[in-house]
């Protein structure tokens, strides 16, 4: 990229603080209206294999939790029982989305005082759950929107996923899609939210900011946006934050706030290290993507330069590719999965490249605002 003003990961992240060491994403926590039957979709299309499960059945009686897993991603949907809970007030506000991001640490406690310290509202405190197979000790803290981050500390547990969950092992086992680990998740900020999270990013999580593009960079004829992408110390837990910015007509950002009535989880990237065989499988499953028009790729090599794959098949599956001083990188991004146009996701092939695909923001934004265009949204 020419314009690059794009800072490499390395130079930037000795910066970013280390009271706060996060080892991974631990899982994602989604609230929905039907587990039982977002587990069948999230594990006949989208490969996810059945892993732990809590109910009525192991004395849960007020909300069921699915457990699944593909590789390091795990995913818990979970419903509620009855009438009238917080859960249900998420699902009346939001529709199906992320209720919490967990992050897995090696002390939940001090990563709550550490952050709650430093200005984060308190989800809740530090508690410890034990079975008989060892204990975990959760704590969480508020971030955009209704969303949270829960810490999770696990080094004393041996069992499957957390205490209050039993294995769930059905004979019913789809193959998986080759989907390997969460690169990044994106949030969706309200308007003039994005340097707030921004700094609570840095000033509460020591997270730093490693790009920022105002809509200057990203715009369309209707479309504009700002970004920044903060990263934690060691580069693993990458969460980029959107603003909407005012553009001719509403923008996707903009159109997101609207239906999910407020700030959420827009998308979530997962890894692949075959995204031409990934995304066969996705769509021969059911998977809906977005489509870019053919000229996309009439120049496309001369804008990235050489790369290993085949272009052929990139093309015929719509695969996006982009450039940058590190590498290049694959990427795809379905239609949203949920009946309000919220929450996405990405598949993503890194060569290198550490950024987010800038130079196929403009294809992709066109692409959404036809698909916008067709919901009555633009
Ligand atoms: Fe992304």
Same mark, same amino acid.
């Given at each position: 990229?020419?314009?690059?003003?794009?800072?490499?990961?390395?130079?930037?992240?000795?910066?970013?603080?280390?009271?706060?060491?996060?080892?991974?994403?631990?899982?994602?926590?989604?609230?929905?209206?039907?587990?039982?039957?977002?587990?069948?979709?999230?594990?006949?299309?989208?490969?996810?294999?059945?892993?732990?499960?809590?109910?009525?059945?192991?004395?849960?009686?007020?909300?069921?939790?699915?457990?699944?897993?593909?590789?390091?991603?795990?995913?818990?949907?979970?419903?509620?029982?009855?009438?009238?809970?917080?859960?249900?007030?998420?699902?009346?506000?939001?529709?199906?989305?992320?209720?919490?991001?967990?992050?897995?640490?090696?002390?939940?406690?001090?990563?709550?005082?550490?952050?709650?310290?430093?200005?984060?509202?308190?989800?809740?405190?530090?508690?410890?759950?034990?079975?008989?197979?060892?204990?975990?000790?959760?704590?969480?803290?508020?971030?955009?929107?209704?969303?949270?981050?829960?810490?999770?500390?696990?080094?004393?547990?041996?069992?499957?996923?957390?205490?209050?969950?039993?294995?769930?092992?059905?004979?019913?086992?789809?193959?998986?899609?080759?989907?390997?680990?969460?690169?990044?998740?994106?949030?969706?900020?309200?308007?003039?939210?994005?340097?707030?999270?921004?700094?609570?990013?840095?000033?509460?999580?020591?997270?730093? *900011?490693? =790009?920022?593009?105002?809509?200057? $960079? /990203?715009?369309?004829?209707? +479309? &504009? @946006?700002?970004?920044?992408?903060?990263?934690?110390?060691?580069?693993?837990?990458?969460?980029?934050?959107?603003?909407?910015?005012?553009?001719?007509?509403?923008?996707?950002?903009?159109?997101?706030?609207?239906?999910?009535?407020?700030?959420?989880? *827009?998308? =979530?990237?997962?890894?692949?290290? $075959? /995204?031409?065989?990934?995304? +066969? &499988? @996705?769509?021969?499953?059911?998977?809906?993507?977005?489509?870019?028009?053919?000229?996309?790729?009439?120049?496309?090599?001369?804008?990235?330069?050489?790369?290993?794959?085949?272009?052929?098949?990139?093309?015929?599956?719509?695969?996006?590719?982009?450039?940058?001083?590190?590498?290049?990188?694959?990427?795809?991004?379905?239609?949203?999965?949920?009946?309000?146009?919220?929450?996405?996701?990405?598949?993503?092939?890194?060569?290198?490249?550490?950024?987010?695909?800038?130079?196929?923001?403009?294809?992709?934004?066109?692409?959404?605002?036809?698909?916008?265009?067709?919901?009555?949204?633009?």
């Amino acid at each position: 990229m020419s314009e690059n003003t794009i800072p490499q990961l390395e130079k930037i992240l000795p910066e970013a603080a280390d009271f706060l060491p996060l080892l991974g994403t631990d899982h994602i926590e989604l609230i929905v209206g039907n587990a039982k039957q977002s587990a069948f979709y999230y594990m006949t299309a989208w490969g996810f294999q059945p892993f732990a499960y809590k109910g009525l059945e192991t004395g849960s009686k007020d909300s069921v939790s699915y457990v699944l897993k593909q590789d390091k991603i795990v995913l818990v949907l979970t419903t509620p029982l009855h009438s009238g809970g917080v859960l249900n007030k998420h699902l009346n506000d939001h529709g199906d989305g992320v209720k919490s991001i967990a992050l897995w640490v090696e002390d939940a406690t001090k990563s709550w005082e550490e952050t709650t310290k430093r200005g984060a509202k308190s989800a809740f405190e530090p508690e410890v759950r034990k079975d008989d197979n060892g204990e975990v000790v959760l704590s969480a803290i508020h971030t955009y929107g209704e969303t949270i981050h829960v810490f999770v500390e696990r080094h004393n547990y041996n069992g499957v996923f957390m205490p209050g969950y039993r294995a769930w092992n059905p004979e019913y086992k789809p193959e998986d899609a080759g989907l390997k680990y969460i690169d990044h998740m994106v949030g969706n900020v309200n308007w003039g939210e994005m340097n707030t999270w921004g700094k609570f990013y840095a000033e509460v999580m020591g997270f730093a *900011q490693i =790009i920022s593009f105002d809509d200057k $960079d /990203i715009s369309t004829e209707y +479309t &504009a @946006l700002m970004s920044k992408v903060m990263s934690n110390g060691n580069g693993r837990i990458k969460f980029p934050i959107n603003e909407p910015a005012k553009g001719r007509k509403k923008s996707q950002i903009e159109e997101y706030i609207d239906y999910y009535e407020g700030s959420g989880c *827009q998308h =979530i990237a997962l890894a692949t290290d $075959d /995204i031409v065989k990934t995304v +066969t &499988a @996705l769509k021969a499953r059911g998977v809906d993507f977005l489509y870019v028009p053919e000229t996309y790729y009439d120049d496309i090599l001369e804008r990235v330069g050489e790369i290993k794959e085949d272009l052929e098949p990139l093309k015929k599956l719509g695969i996006l590719i982009d450039r940058d001083e590190d590498g290049y990188l694959l990427q795809l991004f379905t239609k949203p999965v949920l009946d309000r146009p919220t929450m996405f996701f990405e598949i993503i092939q890194r060569h290198g490249a550490t950024s987010f695909g800038k130079g196929n923001f403009k294809a992709l934004f066109e692409a959404i605002e036809r698909e916008q265009e067709s919901r009555g949204t633009l």
